[in-house]
């Protein structure tokens, strides 16, 4: 059985930071693109960053460009977001997602809150 487990999430003061952890169970991560996702109360979940399978590309989210930092360690089936400068906008549920051409997998999330 497959399972992401995203931890990590909590209460911060805007200017913060936090490290959102993925880890993978029942699947080998090496195999997929990993990305970060965020859902906000009221709004739809949108992409915040993605890194490819040997973590050669990564992309950002224009909101997050210079504050967030993804990353992976495939030898620990795991994949990281570092968050900086957090602001409130950044309040949301973070999902982590592996995917390859054939199939896709999501995590239950993490709940980040920014606020003072």
């Known amino acids: 059985q497959v399972q992401l487990v995203e931890s990590g999430g909590g209460l911060v003061q805007p200017g913060g930071s936090l490290r959102l952890s993925c880890a993978a169970s029942?699947?080998?991560?090496?195999?997929?693109?990993m990305s970060w996702h965020r859902q906000a109360p009221g709004k739809e979940r949108e992409s915040v960053a993605r890194?490819?399978?040997?973590?050669?590309?990564?992309i950002y989210a224009d909101s997050v460009k210079g504050r967030f930092s993804i990353s992976r360690d495939n030898a620990k089936n795991m994949v990281y977001l570092q968050m900086n400068s957090l602001k409130p906008e950044d309040t949301a549920v973070y999902y982590c997602?592996?995917?390859?051409?054939?199939?896709?997998?999501w995590g239950l999330g993490t709940e980040v809150t920014v606020s003072s």
């Open positions: 890194i490819t399978s040997d973590g050669g590309s990564i």
């Open positions: 029942g699947v080998t991560l090496s195999n997929y693109a």
């Open positions: 997602k592996a995917q390859n051409w054939l199939r896709a997998y």
